[in-house]
């Protein structure tokens, strides 16, 4: 998930979706997208990068946090150096591996970007010990 991850931050450092395409390992409907869709985006977070966040430095956690399908988050975290706002300096691109048992854990099954702190809703649960999720 480490690799994968840097090999993400490298993709969009690059402006290359189609290597950030090539990492996503699930067929693009299965995740609700299409290619035109996962260009925009890839687009958007390029667009970002380069106009707001402009740093070398990313930050990698790999969170023991699930989502309801059995996903692990892996937050990604750059900082906005442009915003006083302590709310807007923080952009995350949240990548979702597995479930394991599903999908191997070398590419992603999902992703999404946005600004602000990291969501600690009913949408994630936290790994528990004797858990079955690797």
Do not use: C
Not at 68 to 90: H, M, P, T, W
């Amino acid at each position: 998930m480490l690799k994968t991850s840097n090999e993400i931050i490298s993709s969009i450092k690059e402006n290359n979706e189609k290597k950030f395409r090539s990492l996503i390992g699930v067929d693009l409907k299965t995740i609700g997208k299409d290619e035109r869709f996962v260009e925009f985006e890839f687009n958007k977070i390029v667009e970002k990068y380069r106009k707001d966040i402009r740093t070398d430095e990313a930050s990698i956690e790999i969170t023991n946090l699930f989502n309801s399908l059995g996903q692990r988050v892996v937050d990604i975290s750059f900082s906005n150096k442009q915003s006083n706002i302590a709310a807007d300096k923080v952009w995350h691109l949240i990548l979702l591996f597995g479930p394991p048992n599903l999908f191997t854990l070398k590419k992603i099954t999902g992703y999404y970007f946005y600004q602000g702190g990291l969501p600690m809703d009913d949408e994630f649960r936290e790994l528990k010990e004797g858990d079955q999720h690797s």
